[in-house]
């Protein structure tokens, strides 16, 4: 997120907080009216304030006059922050009982606004499940407070893999990402594929293998994707999801794999995907070669037309590894002829929206693609509803007509 649309979520979380009185009226229809009323959800500290925020205190209302009918409806209800509220009150209420109930929302990507202290951000209802089976008292921000993971570290990281294999779970996956390492370190679990197959009985391979190529990973884990590649006693899918696990990342070592088993991979499906892995894998060499010479640092030694070719490359660029730069709208206001650019970096988003056959098989790991795109529409439009027209117009990066069309391309994948 962007340091303007996180001043956006601060100032319109931050300033409803601090100016609302806390209500006399304890109501379960009022506190039902005042969830609906909010445009995110809290951390248990905002602001400067040295004690739990109002709307945290909202929170614990809402579970002490609930009941698990209660709680359900919240779950049923339209508006996203209430279906936050209704995950926290039952993963409060009923432990690791609510783990299968908070799994069946890691694919809800619909967007809330998110506080604490005076940072604000944006997070899907799907993200906030995944917090909650990790620490259901994740909101409890004071220091120190009691961390109450609802998942053993080990069933962490297999819930981790499973998300990241899901690829309607975009929503969570950089929380999975985020979260993985750390949590693998608390085990002793070797990422090997025959481990995980135990520890991941309901996911084929193919799907193990999409899951793990989606990290940051580890030197282990690289070998894994590496040696699965070549394994003629995987099937074809396991096989392909491993080759477009290792195009994710620019190390000779996988380029090398590929080059190796290319003729292999030719002749496992109706398609030459050996030749399209190692062109993939060497358009992300090439592209992270660009984007490293685009001096996003500061401060900038070099002046910036002499960075319009890398520039050019990097926003011209229609596949899915570049999307979450693309998506970033703080590239474009660094590059000459503004308005021109930023148009540029629009077609490339949308040109990637039109050709999602090309990336959407089973296995391949771009095929979170179109939701991704679709958590990027849901985050502009929860921005828009902040603004005026005007101002939406002048800083999100899609108008509504541009972000109709991307729905329109995405829709056949997204459609819930």
């Keep these: 997120m962007t ?29 039902m009216a005042r969830l609906r009323a909010a445009e995110g959800i809290e951390a248990s500290l905002v602001g400067f304030a040295t004690g739990p925020s109002r709307q945290h205190v909202l929170y614990d209302k809402v579970i002490e006059q609930g009941d698990e009918a209660r709680f359900q409806e919240l779950l049923d209800d339209e508006h996203a922050v209430v279906r936050c509220v209704g995950l926290l009150a039952l993963a409060q209420t009923k ?53 109450v993971p609802l998942m053993s570290p080990r069933r962490l990281i297999g819930l981790y893999i499973e998300t990241l294999a899901n690829d309607a779970a975009a929503g969570a996956h950089q929380e999975a990402i985020t979260h993985f390492n750390g949590t693998l370190k608390r085990t002793r679990l070797r990422l090997d594929l025959p481990t995980l197959r135990r520890e991941l009985p309901s996911l084929a391979d193919w799907q193990i293998l999409k899951g793990l190529g989606r990290l940051k990973y580890p030197k282990a884990a690289r070998e894994v994707l590496i040696a699965c590649v070549a394994d003629e006693c995987l099937a074809p899918a396991a096989r392909l999801a491993a080759g477009s696990a290792l195009t994710r990342h620019d190390d000779p070592a996988s380029l090398r794999a590929l080059r190796v088993d290319r003729e292999n991979l030719n002749h496992l499906e109706d398609a030459r995907w050996g030749d399209v892995l190692v062109q993939t894998v060497e358009t992300r060499r090439a592209y992270e070669r660009h984007r490293q010479n685009l001096g996003l640092s500061f401060p900038r030694r070099e002046p910036l037309s002499n960075r319009w070719e890398h520039i050019r490359y990097v926003i011209t660029c229609h596949h899915p590894l ?52 679709d958590q990027f529409i849901q985050q502009l439009r929860w921005l828009r509803r902040q603004m005026d027209e005007a101002e939406a117009d002048q800083h999100l990066l899609l108008s509504k007509p541009q972000s109709a069309e991307i729905e329109a391309n995405i829709s056949r994948y997204t459609t819930r």
């Excluded at 993200?127 to 220091?143: F, G, P, Q, S, V």
């Excluded at 970033?328 to 990637?352: F, G, N, R």
């Design 95 to 147: 432990g690791r009982a609510s783990i299968p109930t908070l799994r069946q929302y890691l694919c809800d990507r619909d967007t809330v606004g998110y506080l604490e202290f005076d940072m604000g951000s944006l997070m899907t209802v799907g993200e906030c499940a995944l917090k909650l089976l990790a620490d259901r008292n994740w909101l409890d921000i004071r220091t120190p407070h009691d961390r």
């Design 322 to 373: 570049a999307l979450d730069d693309l998506m970033d709208p703080p590239l474009a206001v660094l590059m000459p002829e503004h308005v021109e650019t930023q148009q540029t970096v629009v077609h490339s988003i949308i040109a990637i929206s039109e050709n999602l056959d090309r990336f959407c098989q089973p296995w391949s790991t771009y095929a979170d693609t179109p939701f991704k795109l």
């Design 3 to 31: 340091r303007w649309q996180r001043a956006v979520v601060m100032l319109c979380l931050v300033a409803p907080s601090l100016a609302t009185a806390v209500d006399s009226d304890p109501s379960w229809d009022h506190l």
